[in-house]
C-alpha cells in the first residue's frame, strides 16, 4: 500500500526501470500532470496509454458533471449555494459513485485560462482582477463553475497529506489539506 500513497515516484522509479509495467487511468494522468510526453509515457505504462492522455487533452472529450444534492449528501458532503462542498476523499468517492473522475490540475487550469483568467503572475493584485473581470466570471459561471476553490486529482509537492485545488474567483490554484472542506464536479 505504500507504492500507491506515493504514486508518482513510484512509477518514475519503479516502471522506468520495470518497463514491463501497466498503468491504469489514474496512473497516466497522474504522469500527465508530471510532465512526461506521451511516447514517454506510452514507454513507461507498455499500454495504450496515448489513447488515455489525447481523451484527457481533448476538450471535446470532456464532461464536466456536478452531483446531485442526494449524491453530494449520501457521500458525507454538504450542498451549499455554490454546490457540493466535502473532503478530497469524499470528492473521489462521489465521482466514482458518477463513473467519473476528479479532473487534474491541468484541466481545472484550462477551463480558468479559456475563460482569461490571468494566471502567469506574482502580482496578487493581477490575480484577484480575475474576479472583477465580468467576461472571465461569466465564463467560467457557463461553464457549471462558481467563484470557489475545486478539487483536482493532482498531488501537491508539499506532502502527502497535500493536493492542489482550483479556485475559480482569483484564477489560481493552490495546495491544500486533503481533509479540508471544496467544491466538487468530476470529469465523466
Given at each position: 500500500?505504500?507504492?500507491?500513497?506515493?504514486?508518482?515516484?513510484?512509477?518514475?522509479?519503479?516502471?522506468?526501470?520495470?518497463?514491463?509495467?501497466?498503468?491504469?487511468?489514474?496512473?497516466?494522468?497522474?504522469?500527465?500532470?508530471?510532465?512526461?510526453?506521451?511516447?514517454?509515457?506510452?514507454?513507461?505504462?507498455?499500454?495504450?496509454?496515448?489513447?488515455?492522455?489525447?481523451?484527457?487533452?481533448?476538450?471535446?472529450?470532456?464532461?464536466?458533471?456536478?452531483?446531485?444534492?442526494?449524491?453530494?449528501?449520501?457521500?458525507?458532503?454538504?450542498?451549499?449555494?455554490?454546490?457540493?462542498?466535502?473532503?478530497?476523499?469524499?470528492?473521489?468517492?462521489?465521482?466514482?459513485?458518477?463513473?467519473?473522475?476528479?479532473?487534474?490540475?491541468?484541466?481545472?487550469?484550462?477551463?480558468?485560462?479559456?475563460?482569461?483568467?490571468?494566471?502567469?503572475?506574482?502580482?496578487?493584485?493581477?490575480?484577484?482582477?480575475?474576479?472583477?473581470?465580468?467576461?472571465?466570471?461569466?465564463?467560467?459561471?457557463?461553464?457549471?463553475?462558481?467563484?470557489?476553490?475545486?478539487w483536482s486529482s493532482s498531488d501537491s509537492k508539499k506532502g502527502k497529506e497535500?493536493?492542489?485545488?482550483?479556485?475559480?474567483?482569483?484564477?489560481?490554484?493552490?495546495?491544500?489539506?486533503?481533509?479540508?472542506?471544496?467544491?466538487?464536479?468530476?470529469?465523466?
Open positions: 500500500m505504500k507504492f500507491k500513497m506515493i504514486i508518482v515516484p513510484s512509477i518514475v522509479v519503479g516502471l522506468v526501470v520495470s518497463s514491463y509495467a501497466s498503468c491504469n487511468t489514474d496512473e497516466v494522468l497522474s504522469l500527465v500532470d508530471t510532465g512526461f510526453s506521451k511516447q514517454e509515457i506510452k514507454d513507461i505504462c507498455k499500454s495504450d496509454a496515448t489513447k488515455t492522455i489525447e481523451k484527457s487533452q481533448n476538450k471535446e472529450d470532456i464532461k464536466w458533471v456536478s452531483p446531485s444534492k442526494k449524491l453530494c449528501l449520501s457521500k458525507g458532503g454538504a450542498m451549499r449555494d455554490k454546490g457540493c462542498e466535502t473532503s478530497w476523499i469524499k470528492a473521489n468517492k462521489i465521482c466514482k459513485a458518477m463513473d467519473s473522475r476528479l479532473a487534474t490540475i491541468k484541466e481545472l487550469d484550462k477551463v480558468m485560462l479559456d475563460c482569461g483568467a490571468v494566471m502567469k503572475t506574482d502580482s496578487f493584485k493581477e490575480r484577484q482582477g480575475n474576479s472583477g473581470n465580468a467576461d472571465y466570471v461569466t465564463c467560467h459561471e457557463k461553464q457549471g463553475f462558481s467563484s470557489a476553490p475545486y497535500y493536493v492542489w485545488n482550483a479556485y475559480f474567483g482569483s484564477g489560481s490554484h493552490a495546495d491544500f489539506y486533503r481533509n479540508g472542506q471544496e467544491f466538487v464536479r468530476c470529469i465523466k
